[in-house]
């Protein structure tokens, strides 16, 4: 065999090596593109249906408060594409806190409301209602609520840190009746109700009992 016949067969060796790493290569980008277009496929499902699921929230934002409150007129700040389940467990709270409703009857019916959308089982996951109806516990009896606890502010988190006019009646009248004053006070104080905290220490309830 002559020396250019060595040459010119190891030139064919080297580039079948070289076709068969390229056919190989080509396999991997082939799947590589596969793979990325199915990514892409479920990321533009994903949005789709996070873009539904906030119709769907929004949708019924509205539906619950107005079965709730048709009387209301307010012209409130919709809820944005960020804070949407935010402002629909802000809603079902208040709306579970306002003692006029029967508690477990308002968070069934709830429930049932929203479980029958079509996205209402993912909705769903989102609503703490242990954290809802342990709050309205505390809107339906301060006075057990404060009993229950060692310190006032115990309360706050629970709470979330606001109180609305119901509550600081309530607060009012049981600290006017001398029960649980100490922890009333710590209870405004840690959760930046000053103005309250000063006005029933110096005992002007009259404000603020409805």
Known sequence: MTQREIYLRQNIKDAEKAMKNAKQDKERLEKQIEELETKIKSYEKAIIQDQSVVVTVKYLIETIWNKYYPEWEGKAQGPTDDNYYEYLIADISC???????QLN??????????????????????????????????????????????????????????????????LARLHKASKHRAKIEQLLTDMNYHDEYCAFREKNYEEYIK
Do not use: Q
Request: aromatic share 12%; proline share 0%; net charge negative.
């Open 105 to 170: 009857e308002t968070i069934n019916d709830i429930a049932d409301i929203i479980k029958k959308t079509y996205y209402g089982d993912e909705i769903m996951k989102h609503i703490n209602w242990d954290k809802i109806r342990r709050e309205a516990m505390v809107y339906r009896d301060f006075e057990t609520a404060l009993k229950d606890v060692k310190k006032g502010y115990e309360l706050s988190g629970i709470l979330h840190y606001s109180l609305n006019e119901y509550a600081i009646s309530e």
């Open 95 to 101: 709306i579970c806190n306002d003692v006029k409703f």
